[in-house]
């Protein structure tokens, strides 16, 4: 199993609204990552999780709250969002800890902030 | 500054050309690595590639082939005989180590392969 799996695919929330992003991999992998990619654009590094543990945050607003609650799930928790939050949220794994291994990624949470 | 240029912004070829994807790095770190991955219109990207600072050694995998040249700063992407299926965007990325783990992608290079 190569698959990072993301739910859900789409999302509309409001400013207001309190939702959780979902990421999970069965690949034994021991890093994960979430990524933001505005359109037509490259993505941004938000997070990292090693083994757990938060080792990268980029400086990343808290309306944006990431929990790895086990080695294969990944969780985004999102809270009083902005418009310009808009984006495709990309999750990542690889084997072990950056940066040398290479990442496979689900497919996406495309998010609209209303 | 660490920095991935690809001047290419869109390629346009018809199907059998063979296409190269330019991709230009700067860093100061001596050990980095290097990767390329595509990005369908379905959004996921796929890992592709990935080269360390100490081996320049080139590769081929099937259709694809990839120049990686130190003394230019260079990893270059080339795909013989182009296919529809090979129409996405591309991304060459990189990453270190120092300070603690960093990765930036280039711009992306938008690959149209026309029937």
């Known amino acids: 199993d190569t698959e990072v799996t993301q739910t859900p695919k789409h999302l509309v929330m409001g400013m207001t609204n309190k939702k959780s992003l979902k990421c999970e991999q069965h690949?034994?992998?021991?890093?994960m990552y979430w990524y933001k990619q505005k359109a037509k654009k490259p993505p941004e590094l938000m997070f990292v999780?090693?083994?757990?543990?938060?080792?990268i945050n980029e400086s990343v607003p808290s309306r944006f709250s990431p929990e790895c609650p086990n080695s294969s799930l990944l969780n985004l928790h999102l809270h009083a969002l902005q418009p310009e939050d808009s984006a495709l949220y990309l999750c990542?794994?690889?084997?072990?800890?950056?940066?040398?291994?290479?990442?496979?990624f689900g497919p996406g949470t495309r998010l609209t902030v209303t | 500054a660490q920095k991935v240029t690809q001047v290419q912004t869109e390629i346009s070829v018809v199907e059998k050309e063979d296409v190269t994807l330019d991709c230009v790095y700067e860093t100061r770190d001596t050990t980095y690595y290097l990767f390329w991955y595509k990005q369908p219109p379905s959004g996921e990207l796929v890992f592709l590639i990935r080269r360390n600072s100490f081996d320049e050694q080139n590769e081929i995998s099937g259709r694809y082939s990839w120049n990686f040249q130190k003394s230019t700063s260079s990893f270059n992407f080339t795909i013989t005989a182009s296919q529809v299926v090979d129409s996405a965007v591309y991304f060459c990325?990189?990453?270190?180590?120092?300070?603690?783990?960093?990765?930036?992608f280039g711009a992306g290079t938008r690959l149209f392969v026309k029937a």
């Open positions: 990325a990189l990453t270190w180590n120092t300070g603690g783990f960093k990765t930036i």
């Open positions: 690949m034994g992998h021991r890093a």
């Open positions: 999780y090693s083994y757990e543990k938060l080792s």
């Open positions: 990542a794994s690889s084997r072990t800890g950056p940066p040398d291994y290479e990442q496979y």
